[in-house]
């Protein structure tokens, strides 16, 4: 059996995505990027070796500081694990505490960046960034879009204010220019996508999603193909013009559907 063009896109969607799932799954849960930067809410493990009185974990306070023993306030916020790290070693050589200490910084817990997925996902809602993260990674956790649901474009709405079109379709393709990378404070929203109805001698008469070059042979097997009455000869779209009338065009298997176009299919001559 064949395998239609729309099947074979979603085979390798979900693809793509239980891939990046099966890698955010496999990242163990303390490590970070260079590039994640701390902020409020975030769990830190501080090992000092050779010190274990002086290792301990510490979370970082809303005004970006963490309080750790010999050396007081230390502001964390906005800095990676590894400049932490220096800081600490810094301070443990200036106040006279150890001459050549050896510190590492864990993130146990991840809750300073977020980024929410909105719209028409699996799980939408907010999740928190463990590293430097991109568009296919915060779909995946949020378990993709809805396949007959979620429209072909979404947007990535920045902290500041600017918006980006994600084209999800190139994006599943592989093309590196739609993965474009996310921060804390980002919003990736999935719309519904337009819809076009079909009725009359089909199988299954209803509303279905309107696909990227859904043509009106597609449109009917949408439908689940014409009745033993029905004929793609005559077939007939409604579709309102700018003024919001309703105007009727005999169409062909190749014509293109637009948004809420009503396909009638009426029966044969013969």
Known sequence: MLISA?????????????????SLLSRPGFAADADYRLGPGDMLRVNVFGSPELSGEVRVSESGNITYPLIGQVQVSGKS??????????????????????????????R????????????PGQYSLQSSS?????LAE???????????????????????????????AGDPAQNQEVAGGDTLYVPRAPQFYVYGEVQRPG????????TVSRAISK??????????RRVVIKRKDKEGKEQHYSAKGSDLLQADDVLMVKEGLF
């Open 207 to 214: 509303m279905y999603k309107l696909e990227r070059g859904m």
């Open 81 to 110: 694990p590894a400049q932490v790290e220096a800081q600490l070693v810094s301070a443990f050589v200036e106040g006279g505490y150890l001459k050549q200490p050896q510190v590492t910084v864990l993130v146990m817990e991840y």
């Open 142 to 172: 949020a378990g993709g879009p809805v396949n007959e649901e979620a429209a072909d474009i979404a947007t990535l709405m920045r902290k500041d204010g600017s918006k980006a079109p994600i084209d999800l379709v190139a994006l599943f």
């Open 6 to 22: 729309m099947a074979r896109r979603y085979v390798a969607t979900w693809s793509v995505l239980l891939l990046m799932v099966c």
């Open 134 to 138: 991109r568009v296919l990674d915060v």
């Open 112 to 123: 300073s960046q977020k980024v929410s997925v909105m719209g028409h996902v699996t799980k």
């Open 223 to 232: 439908g689940g193909g014409l009745t033993t009455r029905g004929s793609e």
